[in-house]
C-alpha cells in the first residue's frame, strides 16, 4: 500500500496528524502520525512527529530503545547530559534509560522519524532528584531553560 507524501505539510494519505493536548509542564507544540503500525513480520512502528517552533518533547527515559531520524528543519537534542545540534538528515540511537527531548529552538520546526517496537514499556519522566541532577549541568540547565 502507497501512502502519496505531500511535502508542503508534511503528511501522507489517511495519516491522521494527531495533536496532543497542550500540557505545557511537559511537552508544547507536537503532533505526531503513524505511519506504520507492525504489520507482518515487522513489530515495531515507525512514526513522524514534528515539534513546531518553540515547542519541545516530553523530557523522559525508558527500557525501550528509539532509532530517530531528523526529517524536516533544525533544532537541539538532549541525549543524557550532552546537548546536540540536529538537523535534517541526522540519525540517533537512543539506548535504554537514556533521557532525552527535542527542542525546536532554531527559529523552525523541527520534525523526526522514529522507529520502537510496539510492545515496548510506559515512559517515565524525571523526578525532582533526577532533573536537579541533570540541571547541574551548565549545557543542560540553558537547553532546559531555553537560553
Ligand atoms: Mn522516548
Not at 514534528?50 to 527515559?61: I, P, Q
Not at 538532549?78 to 540536529?86: D, K, M, Q, S
Not at 532554531?106 to 540541571?135: H, I, Q, S, W, Y
Request: with cysteine.
Amino acid at each position: 500500500m502507497i501512502r502519496v507524501f505531500d511535502e508542503k505539510d508534511f503528511s501522507w494519505d489517511d495519516v491522521p496528524r494527531l495533536i496532543y493536548k497542550e500540557d505545557k509542564q511537559l511537552f508544547q507544540g507536537v503532533t505526531r502520525q503513524v505511519l506504520f503500525d507492525g504489520e507482518g513480520d515487522i513489530p515495531c512502528q515507525f512514526r513522524y512527529f514534528e515539534v513546531e517552533a518553540g515547542g519541545y518533547s516530553t523530557l523522559e527515559h525508558h527500557e525501550h530503545f528509539h532509532f530517530v531520524m531528523i526529517g524536516r528543519g533544525k533544532g537541539q537534542v538532549l541525549l543524557g547530559t550532552t546537548v546536540h545540534e540536529v538537523k535534517q538528515g541526522d540519525t540517533m540511537v537512543i539506548p535504554s534509560f537514556m533521557f532525552h527531548q527535542f527542542r525546536a529552538n532554531r527559529g523552525e520546526a523541527l520534525g523526526f522519524f522514529c522507529l520502537v517496537n510496539k510492545n515496548r514499556d510506559k515512559v517515565a519522566v524525571p523526578t525532582k532528584e533526577e532533573l536537579e541532577e541533570l540541571r547541574r549541568h551548565e549545557a543542560v540547565r540553558q537547553f532546559l531553560d531555553g537560553e
